[in-house]
Antibody, heavy 123, light 110 residues
Framework: EVQLLESGGGLVQPGGSLRLSCAAS????????MSWVRQSPGKGLEWVSV????????HYGDSLEGRFTVSRDNSQNTLYLQMDSLSPEDTAIYYC????????????????WGQGTLVTVSS | QSALTQPPSASGSPGQSVTISCTGTSSDIGNYDYVSWYQQHPGKAPKLMIF???KRPSGVPDRFSGSKSGNTASLTVSGLQPEDEADYYC??????????FGGGTKLTVL
């Protein structure tokens, strides 16, 4: 069974940093493009970043590159999101999501999601 | 890059059909067939309902269908059922080499 389990959320002060983790089970992370998607309280979904299968190339949403860094540890089958210079606008539930295609080009359809981890940026 | 444009709400009675639109630009929906739709119930993670514009993952009822014309994609839910009441989000790949979501549509089953 495919499972994604996020952790690492919490309360952080403006300007602070946080690292989120997404532990994958039931499949090999290396073989799939993985995205982070966030949802501010009561708001819609916002795509944050992607790390591609295999070569591990990355891309980020507007204004996030330089502050956020996505990575993965193949030995731990875990995805990460390092978030720096956080602001209250970054307050959201952060989900990791798996692209449905195994290997090759991503289909940009996310067939598995974690339960999300809440990040609150506040003084 | 602005979000894709969806109507904030839609509604229909049980058994009826409802269509939710999702308007983008030539940089996203108009240029790629990587359009997907997600259903989200309160407090839950999103669920993939449609991918590559028209395809349904296994387990998704065939009451759900997708289409695209130009820069606008659509999700149609036929034979509405009470459990279809949820928020629906469209998504597309875009020229910035990333994804983009719509603002979401709250579907109410009357």
């Amino acid at each position: 069974e495919v499972q994604l389990l996020e952790s690492g959320g919490g309360l952080v002060q403006p300007g602070g940093s946080l690292r989120l983790s997404c532990a994958a089970s039931g499949f090999t992370l290396y073989n799939y493009a993985m995205s982070w998607v966030r949802q501010s309280p009561g708001k819609g979904l916002e795509w944050v970043s992607v790390i591609y299968a295999g070569h591990g190339g990355t891309h980020y949403g507007d204004s996030l590159e330089g502050r956020f860094t996505v990575s993965r540890d193949n030995s731990q089958n875990t995805l990460y999101l390092q978030m720096d210079s956080l602001s209250p606008e970054d307050t959201a539930i952060y989900y990791c999501a798996r692209d449905q295609r195994r290997g090759g080009a991503a289909l940009w359809g996310f067939d598995s999601w974690g339960q999300g981890t809440l990040v609150t940026v506040s003084s | 890059q602005s979000a894709l444009t969806q109507p904030p709400s839609a509604s229909g009675s049980p058994g009826q059909s409802v269509t939710i639109s999702c308007t983008g630009t030539s940089s996203d929906i108009g240029n790629y067939d990587y359009v997907s739709w997600y259903q989200q119930h309160p407090g839950k993670a999103p669920k993939l309902m449609i991918f590559e514009v028209i395809k349904r993952p296994s387990g998704v009822p065939d009451r759900f269908s997708g289409s695209k014309s130009g820069n606008t994609a659509s999700l149609t839910v036929s034979g509405l059922q009470p459990e279809d009441e949820a928020d629906y989000y469209c998504s597309s790949f875009s020229d910035n080499n990333g994804g983009i979501f719509g603002g979401g549509t709250k579907l109410t089953v009357l």
